[in-house]
Antibody, heavy 124, light 105 residues
Framework: QVQLQESGPGLVKPSETLSLTCSVS????????WSWIRQPPGKGLEWIGY???????NYNPSLKSRLTISVDTSKNQFSLNLNSVTAADTAVYYC??????????????????WGQGTPVTVSS | DIQMTQSPTSLSASVGDRVTITCRTS??????LNWYQQKPGQAPKLLLY???SLQSGVPPRFSGSGSETDFTLTISSLQPEDFATYYC???????FGGGTKVDIK
């Protein structure tokens, strides 16, 4: 049973870098791709980006200029770095596994295993 | 960018009711649409992918339909554990809908 666990500081100062790590247990990180999603307090979900174990990434265009997602296969972890943060980056941050389902000639993608989420507040 | 519109934003229903939630996209996403359920204080849970395929372990009272720009999530007989917020997500550009909160009437 794959489990994901986010870790990192719960408080980040404005203009600094938000850094989080997602540890994958119960399975290899080299089998799937891996996502970050966030949810501001009382609001909906926002996809941040995903990474393949090879290191190939896809980022939300609205965050791309400030975002780096990386993977460490030796530690079975992947990480998020978001720089120049503001109060608008305050949210619960989730990591999730991104799986592929094949139906006929089509490939469909979804996030089927999620971490519990970690709250991050941006404040001085 | 593909815009997502979920409706209603909230609804009140009773146990046993049939509930339908709609998700509309601003351009066609074929069947590249997923539905998630989120309960307060919990991570989202995948219910359906490819518009109508039930994720393993999800009760069959949940069903999905639609393609191109118009999709629906139906709960055939609402159970106490189904009171939650539901999100659609298209997997072309990975945008989520704004959510539909289902609470007790």
């Amino acid at each position: 049973q794959v489990q994901l666990q986010e870790s990192g500081p719960g408080l980040v100062k404005p203009s600094e870098t938000l850094s989080l790590t997602c540890s994958v247990s119960g399975g290899s990180i080299t089998t799937y791709s891996w996502s970050w999603i966030r949810q501001p307090p009382g609001k909906g979900l926002e996809w941040i980006g995903y990474i393949y174990y090879s290191g190939s990434t896809n980022y939300n265009p609205s965050l791309k200029s400030r975002l780096t997602i990386s993977v460490d296969t030796s530690k079975n972890q992947f990480s998020l770095n978001l720089n120049s943060v503001t109060a608008a980056d305050t949210a619960v941050y989730y990591c999730a596994r991104r799986i592929t389902m094949v139906r006929g000639y089509e490939r469909y993608y979804a996030m089927d295993v999620w971490g519990q989420g970690t709250p991050v507040t941006v404040s001085s | 960018d593909i815009q997502m519109t979920q409706s209603p934003t909230s609804l009140s229903a009773s146990v046993g009711d049939r509930v339908t939630i709609t998700c509309r996209t601003s351009e066609s996403v074929s069947r590249y649409l997923n539905w998630y359920q989120q309960k307060p204080g919990q991570a989202p849970k995948l219910l359906l992918y490819a518009a109508s395929s039930l994720q393993s372990g999800v009760p069959p009272r949940f069903s999905g339909s639609g393609s191109e720009t118009d999709f629906t999530l139906t709960i055939s007989s609402l159970q106490p554990e189904d009171f939650a917020t539901y999100y659609c997500q298209q997997t072309y550009t990975l945008t989520f809908g704004g959510g539909t909160k289902v609470d007790i009437k």
